[in-house]
């Protein structure tokens, strides 16, 4: 189907040096409605402010959801998504927990590449930069009634991005969080529901007041088995009587799905190494740092890709991780994986989509 499109008339200058994350935006938008009881068609236009009543539903209880994705363009010009279909089928999934309507998932995904399309020439090309794509589905009932909403906005904006951290892949200091808690099973934290991230704020801040980088999250019922490390997944590399294995915490619904995750699963596989999805005690995870059979430890994530972990502190102690610097797998994951999305390594699982041949 062929989207609506309005150009701006006020084109934007595009911004000169370091991009930073989600500073810029493009000079268009892609906005569908839900009202009446149907989703309108969607339209590409000029990006701007919303006009929202003071008593919007979603400025009050937080029904609202979102996505994070890349597109990349490679030195043919060619425009590159990553397993953008998973976002949508996530976003869609996403919607259904918090009670959104659903949506024609081919439709907003078109939408999503005719919009990328059209702000094309904003995708940057220097080195670990991308296009990050931001689709948000919230509540715009003028109603104070908690209750699901009877309309909704669909939108999608697009940021011109550099590297996630300003200071290179440094391996990050995390601090093991043992009060607050990200998500509960049974909760929202296993999709991408907007209120997760407020719920995730204070237990960030008391990492950074303590001089560590994030937190890392353990469950909610007895605070012993690893979730994940700020928003992203988090993989450990063990080796117990000379052989390797990876370590992730199951997803068990209180746990983000994560697309990246997905994958460096199937690339840690392929490579011949066990990957276990499991209950990862926290315990566990310190005694091997001491014991020298943790070998490495990294998250995972749409917007920094992969961060190595240098250093976790459990209980007042630093544990260090492979003397805090970057290892060996964490190494091959981020050069084959971000090698694949910038094109300088050939796709052969299916995960990248030209879309503007
Ligand atoms: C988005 C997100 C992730 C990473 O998911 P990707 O699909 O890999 O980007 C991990 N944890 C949380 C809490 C998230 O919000």
């Known amino acids: 189907m062929q989207i609506k499109v309005t150009k701006t008339q006020n084109p934007k200058t595009h911004p000169t040096g370091s991009l930073g994350f989600g500073k810029y935006f493009t000079d268009h938008m892609l906005v569908m409605e839900y009202k009446?009881?149907?989703?309108?068609?969607?339209?590409?236009?000029a990006y701007e402010p919303f006009s929202l009543d003071p008593a919007c539903s979603v400025l009050h209880y937080a029904q609202g959801v979102f996505e994070g994705a890349k597109a990349y363009k490679n030195e043919a010009g060619q425009i590159r998504t990553f397993r953008l279909n998973d976002n949508v089928d996530r976003l869609h999934d996403s919607c259904e927990r918090v009670c959104i309507p659903s949506f024609d998932k081919k439709l907003v995904q078109e939408g999503i590449e005719e919009l990328i399309r059209v702000d094309g020439d904003w995708i940057p090309t220097g080195e670990q930069e991308a296009l990050y794509v931001r689709p948000s589905v919230v509540g715009v009932?003028?109603?104070?009634?908690?209750?699901?909403?009877?309309?909704y906005l669909l939108f999608v904006i697009l940021s011109p991005v550099g590297a996630y951290y300003e200071n290179g892949l440094k391996p990050v200091r995390?601090?093991?969080?043992?009060?607050?808690?990200?998500?509960?099973?049974?909760?929202?934290?296993?999709?991408?529901?907007i209120g997760n991230y407020a719920a995730s704020l204070k237990a960030g801040e008391i990492a950074k007041s303590k001089g560590y980088d994030q937190a890392m999250w353990l469950d909610a019922f007895e605070h012993k088995y690893v979730e994940e490390v700020g928003a992203m997944n988090i993989f450990f590399v063990t080796k117990h009587k000379k052989v390797l294995k990876v370590l992730t915490p199951s997803l068990g619904g209180s746990i983000l799905p994560?697309?990246?995750r997905r994958s460096i699963i199937q690339m840690i596989k392929e490579k011949g190494i066990e990957v276990i999805e499991t209950a990862v005690p926290i315990k566990l995870m310190a005694k091997m740092a001491e014991n020298g059979q943790l070998l490495e430890v990294f998250g995972t994530g749409t917007a920094a890709v992969i961060t190595p972990v240098g250093c976790f502190n459990y209980q007042g102690k630093d544990r260090l991780v492979n003397g805090g610097k970057m290892g060996e797998l964490t190494t091959y994951l981020y050069d084959t994986l971000t090698g694949i999305q910038y094109g300088k390594i050939e796709d052969n699982r299916g995960w990248v989509k030209v879309i503007n041949e």
């Open 174 to 193: 995390l601090l093991v969080e043992e009060t607050y808690v990200r998500a509960v099973r049974g909760g929202t934290g296993g999709h991408k529901v």
């Open 141 to 151: 009932e003028n109603a104070l009634g908690v209750r699901a909403a009877n309309n």
């Open 258 to 260: 994560g697309i990246t």
């Open 36 to 45: 009446d009881g149907a989703w309108g068609e969607p339209e590409i236009k």
